[in-house]
């Protein structure tokens, strides 16, 4: 029995698929919005209405592939949420928000999490997105449309190889 009513665990492979998308996901979005100072904000809705938030914040010297090695458990919390999105058996919607320190001001752009991958947001859906968001006022940021990630290859599950 699901440990939430309305839930159910999603397969092994399925996760694992997932979990492969989502390190290629965070790479992705680290060297799409540069180095420096960045926050990443998680927020998304179970299926049992359950909604679920993480933000991570990285220092301009953090090594992203270190910062889970090293017992980061805001990234491990992030990095499973995201999983879980781009799983979706078990989320309705997700976004994920990436913040920049920059001159004069913070840079602010988003995805949303659909169809097992990341799409980018434009400025007035991540204004939106960031009404719930205290720690990143939208009057002090420039908002930006995300770059379009390269989506990532097939696996093996996907195109039916064995």
């Keep these: 029995m699901p440990a939430h009513p309305g839930l159910s665990r999603p397969d092994d492979a399925s996760l ?24 990443l904000d998680i927020a ?10 993480q933000t991570v914040e990285l220092s301009p010297t953090a090594d992203i592939q270190l910062s889970g090695i090293l017992g980061s458990d805001d990234f491990y919390t992030l990095a499973v949420l995201l999983a879980f999105a781009l799983e979706g058996s078990t989320v309705t919607g997700a976004t994920l928000i990436a913040t920049t320190a920059a001159e004069p001001r913070p840079r602010t752009c988003g995805w949303t999490i659909r169809s097992g991958w990341l799409h980018p947001m434009d400025p007035a859906t991540v204004e939106v997105a960031l009404i719930p968001c205290p720690d990143i006022p939208a009057e002090d940021c420039d908002i930006y449309t995300a770059p379009t990630l390269p989506e990532p290859p097939a696996t093996d599950e996907e195109t039916g190889r064995a």
């Design 16 to 39: 694992g698929a997932a979990m492969e998308r989502t390190l290629l996901a965070l790479a992705a979005v680290f060297e799409a919005i540069g180095p420096g100072h960045r926050i």
């Design 44 to 53: 998304s809705l179970r299926t049992d209405d359950v909604p679920l938030c």
